[in-house]
């Protein structure tokens, strides 16, 4: 469960929960679309002044639950707990959020399919070449995102989340800890990086550059944070951070061929 706040339908101003939270129950389990339904009723909205809205099965102790979330084009999230078996609203989480900056109040325009195709791309690769674990859109902090995964043939993995609305990548995560080399015959034309030789990395100064060297970066442009030698599994990796642009970069280098196994990239906090 990510959610444990619990309002009274009477206790909250503006955006006023309805009176139907008291009691909507069905003689019979529902559905997802009718938890959705029970979401907008009980929150007084309809669903054209809705920016997202998504309902998705649980259980809590021992019960099944709906957990619906739902976001205003002005910005004020509800998250419900709605029991299954009858549709009775047994929590609300109620927020009034101001408008995220790069949103500008503007529905999504990017598709989960699009944000897919954006993710493989930043990659070098394309959605044909890859295998998808999980692609979903979410709500973070009032903002509509789709969160993507997938690995390639050798088992490199990929973690990214894409802002809905303009297509920017927030945050994209690359680890090699299960990278396992192709024979020639089985190399994907698309993934370039297969035909780099590998390059032992010395020293502090030598990771710093494979990490700048993976962002596209240079030196000037970054401000560092630690980076240190250590081990992991015997093996002698580097790893450490450096922040560019309001975002925060991590990484893991293994120090006898140079390779960046994991890879983390995060707006700043």
């Given at each position: 469960?990510?959610?444990?706040?619990?309002?009274?339908?009477?206790l909250l101003a503006a955006g006023m929960l309805t009176a139907s939270m008291a009691m909507t129950v069905s003689a019979a389990p529902i559905t997802e679309q009718s938890a959705k339904s029970i979401a907008l009723t009980t929150a007084g909205i309809t669903e054209d002044s809705v920016l997202y809205i998504a309902a998705e099965l649980d259980h809590?102790?021992?019960?099944?639950?709906?957990?619906?979330?739902?976001?205003?084009?002005?910005?004020?999230?509800?998250?419900?707990?709605?029991?299954?078996?009858?549709?009775?609203?047994?929590?609300?989480?109620?927020?009034?959020?101001?408008?995220?900056?790069?949103?500008?109040?503007?529905?999504?325009?990017?598709?989960?399919?699009?944000?897919?195709?954006?993710?493989?791309?930043?990659?070098?690769?394309?959605?044909?070449?890859?295998?998808?674990?999980?692609?979903?859109?979410?709500?973070?902090?009032?903002?509509?995102?789709?969160?993507?995964?997938?690995?390639?043939?050798?088992?490199?993995?990929?973690?990214?989340?894409?802002?809905?609305?303009?297509?920017?990548?927030?945050?994209?995560?690359?680890?090699?800890?299960?990278?396992?080399?192709?024979?020639?015959?089985?190399?994907?034309?698309?993934?370039?990086?297969?035909?780099?030789?590998?390059?032992?990395?010395?020293?502090?100064?030598?990771?710093?550059?494979?990490?700048?060297?993976?962002?596209?970066?240079?030196?000037?442009?970054?401000?560092?944070?630690?980076?240190?030698?250590?081990?992991?599994?015997?093996?002698?990796?580097?790893?450490?951070?450096?922040?560019?642009?309001?975002?925060?970069?991590?990484?893991?280098?293994?120090?006898?061929?140079?390779?960046?196994?994991?890879?983390?990239?995060?707006?700043?906090?």
């Open positions: 469960m990510k959610r444990k706040h619990k309002i009274s339908g009477t809590d102790d021992g019960k099944q639950i709906y957990e619906v979330d739902l976001l205003t084009k002005d910005y004020r999230e509800y998250d419900f707990d709605i029991y299954a078996e009858n549709g009775a609203v047994l929590n609300v989480d109620y927020e009034w959020k101001a408008a995220p900056s790069n949103t500008a109040a503007t529905p999504a325009v990017v598709t989960l399919e699009q944000a897919k195709a954006f993710a493989a791309a930043h990659a070098g690769l394309t959605a044909e070449a890859v295998t998808f674990k999980k692609a979903e859109t979410d709500l973070d902090d009032g903002r509509v995102i789709h969160e993507i995964e997938f690995f390639t043939a050798d088992r490199k993995e990929y973690e990214y989340e894409i802002d809905a609305a303009t297509g920017a990548v927030l945050k994209w995560e690359y680890d090699l800890k299960h990278y396992t080399p192709l024979t020639q015959t089985q190399k994907p034309a698309s993934d370039a990086a297969q035909s780099k030789p590998a390059t032992a990395v010395s020293g502090i100064e030598g990771a710093k550059a494979a990490a700048l060297k993976m962002a596209g970066l240079s030196d000037s442009d970054i401000r560092w944070g630690e980076v240190e030698q250590d081990y992991d599994d015997g093996r002698l990796i580097y790893e450490g951070e450096f922040y560019y642009n309001h975002m925060e970069y991590e990484f893991e280098i293994d120090a006898a061929t140079g390779a960046v196994i994991d890879w983390d990239v995060d707006e700043d906090d």
